[in-house]
């Protein structure tokens, strides 16, 4: 009985973190849609069959994005893709936070007093491992929130799918399972370059602001987690924008990359390099979602362990 009940403890915790880490991401994914979404359309415009040539005017920047996207399809078209990226979130960051401590567990051999930088590789390895591992799982619903999302169509006749499922079917039809995984390989990079970054410089940063994690203070919390939330986006941000390229491929009659070298070599050359960084500075708007969702955590955890 005695051994049964540290293992009972365990899987407490991992359900607990699971829970926790759904709840969080989810309402703050949904208060920041508006700018997701716009982020998203001004990423993949280049890539889009609805977008420039004979169909919707190129989108000039941040506010010319927000302004026409209300003109043109309705206050409720930023939440457009929202539900898939709720059902792919909740998933996702529970995968990330519970596999955190399972990897920190594998990866952290050192106390941040006795070798700071043993004890910060750790931290990166384990964000970032918790980030793969998490995608495996939920990539289609990634990958379904991105098309959904830069769906620009004004009417339900006009848009490429009428939801979810009908994304998913569409895409699977044409080009089969593999269709929703386009991208795969260099969101894999990317979610360890972004996980390892934002696990790793948030939990870093608690450790040596707080000795004791239950007096940790909520506005600090919020204020570190948007610093490192908005670094974290920028650096994996040329990965996040060569990915949705990719995923706007799939469904396609004609190739515009043959593959994520040539994706990377014709935006660079075509396009310049800025072209990987259209909409970057959604991030730092965004990143008050991703801050919110390292606070909520952290509070719901505390509360519940009290």
Not at 185 to 213: E, H, N, P, W
């Amino acid at each position: 009985m005695a051994a049964a009940a540290p293992a009972e403890k365990k899987q407490s915790n991992f359900w607990l973190n699971f829970l926790a880490g759904g709840v969080s991401g989810g309402v703050a994914k949904t208060m920041t849609a508006p700018i997701e979404r716009v982020k998203l359309i001004l990423q993949v415009q280049d890539a889009s069959t609805q977008i420039g040539a004979q169909g919707v005017k190129k989108y000039d920047g941040l506010i010319d994005c927000f302004r026409r996207v209300y003109q043109e399809q309705g206050l409720l078209s930023f939440w457009r893709g929202n539900w898939a990226n709720v059902i792919r979130y909740f998933p996702t960051q529970a995968l990330n936070f519970a596999f955190k401590e399972k990897y920190q567990k594998l990866f952290i051999r050192a106390k941040p007093e006795e070798n700071f930088w043993l004890f910060f590789a750790g931290m990166l390895a384990s964000g970032g491992a918790a980030g793969a591992t998490s995608l495996m799982f939920v990539y289609p619903l990634d990958f379904a929130r991105t098309r959904m999302g830069a769906d620009v169509g004004k009417t339900a006749s006009e848009r490429q799918y009428t939801g979810l499922m009908d994304c998913l079917q569409k895409i699977a039809k044409k080009d089969g399972p593999k269709g929703l995984y386009y991208g795969f390989g260099i969101s894999v990079i990317g979610i360890i370059v972004y996980r390892a970054a934002f696990f790793g410089l948030y939990d870093t940063a608690k450790t040596l602001m707080y000795k004791d994690q239950k007096k940790s203070n909520p506005l600090l919390n919020f204020t570190v987690g948007l610093a490192v939330e908005t670094a974290a986006g920028v650096v994996a941000y040329p990965f996040d924008t060569v990915r949705r390229r990719m995923m706007m491929q799939a469904g396609r009659d004609d190739v515009i990359y043959k593959n994520t070298w040539d994706c990377w070599g014709k935006i660079a050359k075509e396009e310049g390099m800025g072209a990987f960084f259209k909409g970057c500075l959604s991030n730092v708007y965004r990143g008050v979602g991703g801050a919110l969702v390292l606070v909520f955590y952290d509070e719901i955890m505390k509360a519940v362990k009290h």
